[in-house]
């Protein structure tokens, strides 16, 4: 049997004792965990906050090149629609002049057609958008748009009715394109 004293003898002999922890591990090995936990905190954090600003910046592109596109669509709309008013308008002067020709009166040149204003205003509203839309767009898009404006700088280039049909498909058929590239980008079928 183990008295006081037997157990204090054992423990100088090495016998019996069991082995202790230093006063000050438990609070190392703790603090050691704290440090670790903060800087991986810290990272984690920076990570996580680094992908959130690039979604955010991602979605911010996006919507401008949805906006520019859906601009750019609705005015090269308009713009082929200003097209054959400005032809109809410029034939009917052409006819009124004639007629006052072969009556005998005096022909006085004819003024500039409101249509040619309302033309010409949108024409640069397509310039500017398409402008817009290439500073934000991929490539495969700026293609897509420069495409749209060689198109529509031909369509304003004829006069007669049949070149302004032919003219409207291709203006057409370049948005079309334009509108699968930002389709593509998207990835909407």
């Known amino acids: ?17 069991s082995p202790t ?3 000050w ?30 979604r955010e910046k991602l979605q ?18 308009r713009f082929i629609s200003e097209a054959h008013d400005h032809e109809r308008s410029e034939r009917t002067m052409a006819e009124a002049g004639i007629a006052q020709m072969h009556a005998g009166q005096s022909v006085d040149p ?27 767009a991929t490539t495969n898009i700026r293609d897509e748009a420069q495409e749209v404006k060689d198109e529509v700088w031909q369509l304003m280039m004829v006069s007669t009715m049949e070149d302004i049909y032919a003219r409207e498909k291709l203006v057409r058929g ?16």
């Open 1 to 17: 049997m183990l008295t006081p004293g037997t157990a204090v003898h054992l423990h100088a002999a090495g016998q019996a004792a």
């Open 110 to 136: 004819p003024p500039v057609p409101a249509t040619l204003a309302r033309f010409m205003d949108t024409y640069e509203e397509i310039l500017s958008e398409l402008t817009s839309l290439r500073l934000v």
């Open 21 to 23: 922890a230093p006063w």
């Open 25 to 54: 591990g438990v609070p190392v090995v703790a603090g050691c965990f704290l440090i670790v936990g903060a800087v991986l905190g810290f990272f984690f954090n920076r990570l996580q906050d680094k992908h959130r600003a690039d």
């Open 174 to 189: 370049a948005v079309k394109s334009l509108e699968a590239a930002v389709r593509d980008h998207f990835e909407i079928e």
């Open 60 to 77: 911010r592109w996006d919507q401008n090149v949805l906006d520019h596109t859906s601009r750019v669509v609705l005015l090269a709309e």
